[in-house]
């Protein structure tokens, strides 16, 4: 190999691992890489009151000593019966505010990002965990379950039927993740994600196949994206303004007839308009039995697409595993950041590995000075 060679693959080298962990600025924001932990549920509210426990600060915390850019935290509901399972954590009320604040300063102190998502779980609420059993199915109110809302009175394969919800109480929710919002603010999270994905409550209101409404939150895109647009404003409204907002979406329900990629660069386009910073792009969840093509990079070319059709920063998941794959990713240009999930929880350290496999000097990889001398 000539020297030329030899300096033109080494400079490609450094491109590719500058640009993996390069800060990102998100309105007033600074992160520090584009390794992000996505939200992932843990059901680990034992006490069934939505506070975090020991676990989540050890669970969180580890993610960001281990170098990860931002932590964003697991569906948080905005009300008890918007709990994917009785297990989930919230922001529903004031004492959940101090049982999260600590996990947030420990998050914060290693110079990641704490980030929250907020959530209601609509007609996929209410059902079973590891803590609780029934896994796979809706929870008997005898055993801790409540009545489901939705759109639409359809329920999600064999789970129990939702009541759907009147346009007085659609308000409601709008005001509760308003709330819950405020109370992130207060616990010192530096960022708030929408969770308007994988087929809980605001995913229901966009997809036709599980809206049927014909009022104001139904019929064609603008009545059926309505619900998430309010809550943009709601939120943008009550955090400062120089906190980024954040919207997770699925870019197709895998179905036809459903939800797909066209309506969601549509809707990227509209919250980019109402306070969004970046859309956090996955697929699937919304109707069940439905065939997904699983494999690495499967949901990479729809975040690619929203990046470039709707102008926004987007955030890419989706059997993303490899350093050298996360680095193609971000120096092609197919997403801003890259959101490893499965493989963070396996390797709470990924970022640091990256660092090494990468070849990113010992000095620019996100080590806490007291890891230093176990330095990869």
């Known amino acids: 190999m000539s020297d030329i060679e030899g300096k033109s693959k080494?400079?490609?080298k450094t491109k590719n691992t500058a640009n993996l962990f390069s800060p990102m600025n998100l309105r007033g924001l600074t992160v520090r890489n584009r390794i992000w932990m996505p939200p992932m549920d843990t059901y680990s509210a034992t006490a069934r009151d939505g506070k975090p426990t020991p676990f989540h600060y050890q669970h969180y915390v580890s993610r960001a000593m281990?170098?990860?850019?931002?932590?964003?935290?697991?569906?948080?509901a905005v009300a008890p019966e918007g709990r994917i399972s009785p297990c989930d954590v919230g922001l529903w009320n004031d004492d959940q505010v101090e049982?999260?604040?600590?996990?947030?300063?420990?998050?914060k102190a290693?110079?990641?990002?704490a980030a929250v998502q907020l959530n209601h779980a609509g007609r996929k609420g209410s059902t079973?965990?590891?803590?609780?059993?029934?896994?796979?199915?809706?929870?008997?109110f005898e055993d801790g379950g409540w009545q489901t809302v939705a759109?639409?009175?359809?329920?999600?394969g064999h789970y129990a039927m939702p009541r759907a919800l009147t346009v007085d109480e659609i308000h409601g929710i709008v005001a509760q993740f308003c709330d819950a919002a405020a109370r992130a603010v207060a616990a010192g999270f530096q960022a708030i994600e929408i969770h308007a994905a994988h087929g809980y409550l605001i995913s229901q209101f966009l997809d036709p196949l599980s809206n049927e409404r014909t009022d104001e939150y139904g019929g064609d895109l603008a009545g059926r994206m309505r619900l998430l647009v309010e809550i943009c404003d709601a939120i943008r409204s009550?955090?400062?303004?120089d906190m980024p907002l954040l919207v997770r979406i699925s870019a197709t329900d895998w179905a036809a007839g459903g939800w797909d990629l066209d309506q969601t660069?549509?809707?990227a386009r509209t919250v980019k308009e109402h306070g969004v910073d970046l859309v956090d792009v996955s697929t699937g969840g919304i109707v069940p039995n439905v065939t997904i093509p699983v494999k690495p990079n499967y949901q990479v070319p729809f975040a690619t697409q929203v990046r470039e059709r709707a102008g926004v920063p987007v955030t890419a998941v989706g059997l993303i595993t490899k350093p050298k794959q996360a680095a193609k990713i971000v120096a092609k240009g197919e997403a801003d950041a890259v959101e490893i999930g499965r493989a963070a929880l396996r390797d709470p350290f990924w970022p640091l590995r990256a660092a090494a496999k990468l070849g990113v000097p010992v000095a620019e990889a996100p080590y806490q000075p007291q890891y230093v001398r176990g330095a990869y």
């Open 151 to 156: 759109p639409s009175p359809i329920a999600y």
């Open 128 to 140: 079973g965990c590891f803590g609780v059993g029934f896994s796979g199915d809706s929870v008997p």
């Open 238 to 241: 009550v955090i400062p303004d």
């Open 110 to 113: 290693t110079g990641a990002v």
């Open 10 to 12: 080494k400079s490609k």
């Open 99 to 107: 049982a999260w604040r600590w996990i947030v300063d420990g998050v």
């Open 66 to 76: 281990g170098g990860f850019g931002m932590i964003i935290a697991e569906a948080t």
């Open 265 to 267: 660069v549509d809707v």
